[in-house]
C-alpha cells in the first residue's frame, strides 16, 4: 500500500555511545563508501557532550572532519529555513534509521539535503527503553522499577527540543513512538514546528482513498505496539481524530504473539519472530482493517522487507520522514 522502495539496510555506525547531536549541512553520516548510493559527503559536524563534563571543549577529529562541542552551547549552528532538530530516541540504530531514510529521501527531491542537528542521549534512551519495557514483566528486569518518575524524561526531553531551538532548528522530530507519549508536554512553548509522528500518520492514511473493507462500515486502521505505547493512546487518538475507527490487539494476541515476538526477536529467533507477528497481523486484518501501523521499534525488521504482510502496513518512522520532507517544500516554496 505505502511505497517502500526507499528501504535499505545499513550497517551501524562505529561511533562511542555517547550524548551527540549531528550536525550537516549538505550531506548527512559520512559513511564507508562500500555501496554508491549511500555514500555521503565528508562535511559533517558531529556535537558530542559529556552531561558530567562542566568544561565545554571544542576538539576536531582530523581524520573524519568531526567537532564536539558542549550540548549547553546557545549560538545557534543553523541558519537555513529548512533546518530540522532531530531528538533521539530509544535507541541510537532506531534514530539514525530514521537520519539516514531522511537524507537518502530528501536528497531524491532537491538538490542538496536536508541540514540538521540530531541529539541523542543514551541516558534518555535507557529511561524510554526502561519505560517502554515495564509494562511487560517477562522483558523487562526483575530489578526495574516499573513505575518510572515520567517528570524526569519530559524534562530530558525538553532540554533537548531547547538546546534544538537554540541551535537553528526550524523543524523539530522525534522519530520514537513511546517519546509522543509527552509530545503535548514537550512540544509546550516551542517557538518552531513539531511534528507529531501518530498525526503524520493519521493525516497520510487520510489522503489514501481507500475504502471501507466491509459495506457500511468505517475506515479501519489497525495499531500493532507495545502495551506502554497503546496506553498512551496518542496513536488512536490522532487517528479518531481523522475519522477513522481503530482496532487494537485484544488481551490474548498481546500475551501470546506480541510480547512472545518481541522475545523471540531479542534472542534473535527471527523465524519464531516473524511466525509471531504474521499471526498478529492477520488476528487484525480479519477484523477488516485496511492497514495496519506498526509503532513499536521493537517490532520493525522483524519481517523480510519482500513479505506480502508489509504492504498492509505503515511504518510511522516513514511517514515522519514524508512529512518533514513536505515540510521543507513548503518552507522552501515561501522563500
Given amino acids: 500500500m505505502f511505497d517502500r522502495g526507499f528501504t535499505a539496510s ?21 559513511r564507508r563508501r562500500s555501496n554508491p548510493d549511500l555514500a555521503v559527503p565528508r562535511s559533517s559536524v558531529l556535537l ?17 572532519n568531526l567537532v564536539s562541542v558542549s550540548c549547553g552551547s546557545s549560538a545557534s549552528m543553523l541558519s537555513q529555513a529548512d533546518s530540522v532538530g532531530i531528538i533521539g530516541g530509544v535507541s541510537v540504530e532506531s534514530t539514525l534509521n530514521f537520519v539516514r531514510k531522511l537524507m537518502n529521501w530528501s536528497s531524491k527531491v532537491r538538490e542538496n539535503c536536508l541540514p540538521f542537528v540530531l541529539c541523542s542521549d543514551p541516558v534518555l534512551h535507557r529511561e524510554l527503553l526502561s519505560h517502554e519495557r515495564s509494562s511487560f514483566p517477562s522483558i523487562s528486569s526483575k530489578t526495574e522499577v516499573s513505575k518510572m518518575d515520567h517528570k524526569l524524561i519530559v524534562d530530558n526531553l525538553r532540554q533537548k527540543r531547547v538546546f534544538l531551538e537554540k541551535s537553528g ?40 482513498k481507500m475504502k471501507p473493507l466491509e459495506a457500511g462500515s468505517p475506515l479501519r486502521i489497525g495499531v500493532l505496539a507495545t502495551n506502554a505505547i497503546l496506553e498512551a493512546g496518542f496513536y488512536q ?22 510480547v512472545p515476538a518481541i522475545e523471540a526477536s531479542n534472542r534473535e529467533d527471527m523465524e519464531g519472530a516473524r511466525n509471531l507477528l504474521r499471526i498478529a497481523l492477520q488476528v487484525l486484518l480479519v477484523r477488516a482493517v ?24 505503515i511504518d510511522p518512522v516513514d511517514a515522519l520522514v514524508r512529512s518533514t520532507i513536505k515540510w521543507a517544500k513548503a518552507i522552501e516554496r515561501r522563500s
Fill in 169 to 208: 532548528a526550524q523543524c523539530i522530530v522525534m522519530p520514537c513512538h513511546i517519546s509522543h507519549s509527552w509530545h503535548d508536554d514537550v512540544s509546550h512553548g516551542c517557538s518552531v514546528s513539531f511534528l507529531n509522528m501518530a498525526e503524520c500518520v493519521a493525516k497520510e492514511l487520510s489522503e489514501v
Fill in 290 to 313: 485496511n492497514t495496519v501501523v506498526l509503532a513499536s521499534n521493537d517490532l520493525q525488521d522483524i519481517l523480510p522487507q519482500d513479505d506480502p504482510l508489509l504492504k498492509k502496513c
Fill in 10 to 30: 545499513f550497517p551501524t555506525l562505529n561511533y562511542p555511545v555517547r550524548t551527540f547531536g549531528f550536525f550537516s549541512t549538505h550531506g548527512a553520516l559520512y
Fill in 48 to 64: 558530542q557532550t559529556e552531561e558530567s563534563d562542566n568544561s565545554p571543549e571544542l576538539q576536531k577529529n582530523q581524520n573524519s
Fill in 237 to 258: 487518538e490522532k487517528l479518531e481524530n481523522e475519522g477513522f475507527e481503530v482496532v487494537l490487539p485484544d488481551k490474548a494476541t498481546m500475551e501470546h504473539t506480541i
